[in-house]
């Protein structure tokens, strides 16, 4: 079984910054991409940012210059920094990974999801 663990949520005033961070515990050979999504209240769940294995990455246009998406592939974490937090920014942020996993001499990918973190941002 493959585990993903979100830490790092909390309460901030705007202007404000939190940096999320989600590590992947379990038997696995390794991690593809690694990225962040959120849901807002009575909003649908949205892409924030990716990272790929070497580092490529890519942004929601509305977290673009002031989140920064980073990864440690030693440790199986990822971190998402947020600076800048707006009250709009406030959901309930999930991690999420493609890790492969092997069984017999058969390796296979699949996605991974953590159980969110609250992130809530007051004005």
């Known amino acids: 079984q493959v585990q993903l663990v979100e830490s790092g949520g909390g309460l901030v005033q705007a202007g404000g910054s939190l940096r999320l961070s989600c590590a992947a515990a379990?038997?696995?050979?390794?991690?593809?991409?690694m990225a962040w999504y959120r849901r807002a209240p009575g909003k649908e769940r949205e892409l924030v940012a990716r990272?790929?294995?070497?580092?490529?990455?890519t942004y929601a246009d509305s977290v673009k210059g002031r989140f920064t998406i980073s990864r440690d592939n030693a440790k199986n974490t990822v971190y998402l920094q947020m600076n800048s937090l707006k009250p709009e920014d406030t959901a309930v942020y999930y991690c999420?990974?493609?890790?492969?996993?092997?069984?017999?001499?058969?390796?296979?990918?699949?996605?991974?999801w953590g159980r969110g973190t609250q992130v809530t941002v007051s004005s």
């Open positions: 990272i790929l294995t070497r580092g490529m990455t």
């Open positions: 999420a990974a493609a890790i492969r996993t092997v069984d017999g001499g058969h390796e296979s990918v699949n996605d991974y």
């Open positions: 379990g038997s696995f050979n390794g991690i593809n991409l």
